[in-house]
């Protein structure tokens, strides 16, 4: 068996380790990134990237269904050729992931080794029963896979991920899909565009990433209008029965037990860390709850059993904090710095929280979760809030888009923008005007005097932040208390 000895192991060449070996290398070349599974990151093989493409043919299909109402007919009905739209979505992703790959070959040979690794103790890592890595440092980027309650099992081989449905040759006839978070909303939607018959199941009443009751609400009934979503469903019981999949289930409203046969159960139920896999018994970390190591936010610094900090660091879907590729980079990079520039070891810069939810319409958040600021500022009054409509807002309407809510926070006394959720058109534009505008700390005054062009949507967010100013304009009472509260406390 080899024995190498290097300044910093990364496990995992996905976006989190890649990001994380370019940082690192710019403190040392002794520098070795490892992968057991295939290169080309999540992202690029089986989440943003093909999902976008599936979601392209779906609203390409849609649209061509509803062009009668600008006074546009199309003679005949929409053909969906399944095989031509799955060939698409696989040549388009594999030449994506021939990018990321063609960036990994540029790596050289000597820091690079194929292998799942696993520690066996602090500093010494075995790959496979192949090679022994004594390091001094470690980057734990070994990012995620699909999870699923032992319920769908029964499905077989009729069960599928999305890390699965790409590599459908067509599309099937119908699909159950379980989850209404991002990846089952995205993929639940698109199928359903593209002819699938579809049901979409939940538990708990989540809807995406939206916390805000208004505006979760509010979604979930204007989705409801063209395809079924039930957030809190009753599922007595999933079966095989030939090569479909037997669900039972109450029907929302009607509460009616139905029985149905689908071609797939697809589970979007969520992904969990690899870390499970890496033996971390034997790296001395603190672990929380999860069995996740325990980390600086800031550093990605891990801490040892004792608490003390250790010369591991953690990064991407591995860490489970936010589970998105620009975080992942971010993290990476942040990782990857410090592990080559330990034992000095600085805070890295974070961004505002961005999330976006590419259905129609088109989902996103920005900043603190709303629980979180309902926490720190709602208990005590500070939290201000403004909504607006998208339903009679002018360019919405020209554009037959206009459906949707979004909710602005801000903090009374200092009149700081905190953040928003939004469920409308174009909402992946209107949230980064808005992280933007959260990550320069900007007050809504300061947004009211940015420039507003007209006709667009983004008067809807004028709206919002007019409606929003209106409700910091607080008697002396209020703004008292406030004060004496403190900013973000």
Known sequence: METRHVDVAIIGAGSAGLGAYRAARAHTDSVLLIEGGPYGTTCARVGCMPSKLLIAAAEAAHQARHTAPFGINVTGEVQVDGRAVMDRVRRER????????????????????????????????????????????????????????????????????????????????????????????????????????????????????????????????????????DTDATV???????????????????????????????????????????????????????????????????????????????????????????????????????????????????????SIVFSDPQMATVGPSYAELETRHGGCDCLATGEVSFENQGRSRVMRANRGLMRLYAEHGSGLFLGAEIFGPRAEHLAHLLAWSLQQRLTVSQMLDMPFYHPVVEEGLRTGLRNLNADLQLGPAILEHCMECGPGD
Not at 105 to 125: M, Y
Not at 188 to 210: D, E, S, T
Not at 266 to 282: F, Q, S
Request: charged share 25%.
């Open 94 to 229: 594999d030449r994506f992931v021939g990018l990321v790959i063609e960036s990994i070959d540029g790596i050289p040979d000597t820091d690079r080794l194929r292998g799942h690794a696993r520690f066996v103790a602090p500093d010494t890592l075995q790959v496979d029963d192949h090679t022994r890595v004594i390091a001094r440092r470690v980057i734990i980027a070994s990012g995620s896979r699909p999870k699923y309650p032992g319920l769908f099992e029964a499905a077989g081989d009729r069960l599928v991920t999305s890390d699965d449905l790409f590599e459908w040759e067509t599309l099937p006839e119908s699909v159950a899909v379980f989850g209404p978070g991002v990846i089952g909303l995205e993929l639940g939607q698109a199928l359903h565009r593209l002819g699938v018959r579809m049901r979409l199941f939940g538990v708990g009443g989540a809807l995406g990433p939206l916390q805000d009751a208004a505006v979760r609400d509010y979604a979930e009934r204007t989705l409801n209008e063209s395809l079924y979503v």
């Open 236 to 354: 007595e019981g999933v079966d095989r029965d030939g090569d479909q999949v037997v669900v039972t289930f109450i029907e929302r409203n009607t509460g009616q037990r139905l029985i149905e046969r689908f071609d797939y159960l697809l589970a979007a139920t969520g992904r969990r860390p690899n870390t499970d896999r890496l033996a971390l018994e034997h790296a001395g970390l603190l672990l929380d709850s999860r069995g996740i190591p325990r980390f600086n936010h800031y550093t990605m610094q891990c801490r040892t059993s004792d608490g003390e900090p250790a010369p591991v660091f953690i990064a991407g879907d591995a860490d489970q904090e936010l589970p998105l590729l620009h975080e992942a980079s971010d993290e990476g990079r942040i990782a990857g710095d410090n592990a080559g520039r330990f034992p000095e070891v600085r805070v890295g810069h974070r961004r505002a929280p961005l």
